[in-house]
């Protein structure tokens, strides 16, 4: 018999958020602090359903997994199969990416004085269980890839925003911006409510 999905972990990770995003305005904070958060929820991989798990061969994919009824934050799975990777791009709100399975690559991008954007560091490595931010106040553009050629690879992302409606851009090396607004792959998405599953009557 497989184990039921621990879905109480995603609402449990929501309710957190959401009260953190009550008792806190500022970024820095809620960075810090949601950070602890998202590192709980990806610390076990036993909550998200298959269907939000799934790759496509044509390019990565985006379930959302809930939208705070105040478009607060969102929370997004991202799943990559092998070898898949984003286009250089921002997100204009603050972000919080934590892995769950796999691991990916992050490279982040600076302005020269010209205008172009050059690679700033060395890409970072995801790996199962940690966590990184992203923001305008701590560096926004970056570009992300599957670390793995040759198997699926999923980070769970939170935004400062429904992320599907933020107006933001995809850019190419030599600085020019392409507006962009992500959307979603999903049409529905999970039930995190059903507390019948987990405490079953007698
Ligand atoms: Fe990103």
């Not at 990770?13 to 008792?23: R, S």
């Not at 923001?135 to 992302?157: F, L, T, Y």
């Amino acid at each position: 018999m497989t184990e039921p999905l621990r879905l109480d972990r995603l609402r449990q990770f929501i309710g957190n958020l959401a009260e953190l995003l009550d008792q806190e305005t500022e970024e820095a904070a809620i960075l810090d602090r949601g950070q602890n958060l998202l590192q709980q929820l990806v610390a076990h991989d036993d909550w998200l359903p298959e269907e939000l798990a799934q790759p496509d061969p044509t390019r990565y994919q985006q379930f959302l997994l809930h939208a705070d009824s105040r478009q607060r934050f969102s929370v997004v799975s991202f799943v990559w199969g092998p070898g898949q990777s984003t286009p250089i791009h921002d997100h204009r709100v603050w972000g919080l990416i934590g892995m769950l399975r796999g691991a990916e690559y992050s490279q982040g991008f600076a302005r020269t004085d010209s205008g172009a954007l050059i690679s700033a560091g060395d890409p970072v490595r995801l790996a199962p269980g940690q966590v990184e931010a992203v923001s305008p106040r701590i560096g926004d553009i970056h570009q992300v890839s599957n670390a793995h050629d040759d198997q699926v690879s999923i980070s769970i992302h939170v935004y400062g925003a429904n992320i599907g409606a933020v107006k933001r851009a995809v850019y190419l090396a030599d600085g020019s911006e392409k507006p962009f607004i992500s959307g979603y792959s999903n049409t529905r998405l999970p039930n995190i409510w059903d507390l019948s599953k987990e405490n079953p009557a007698p």
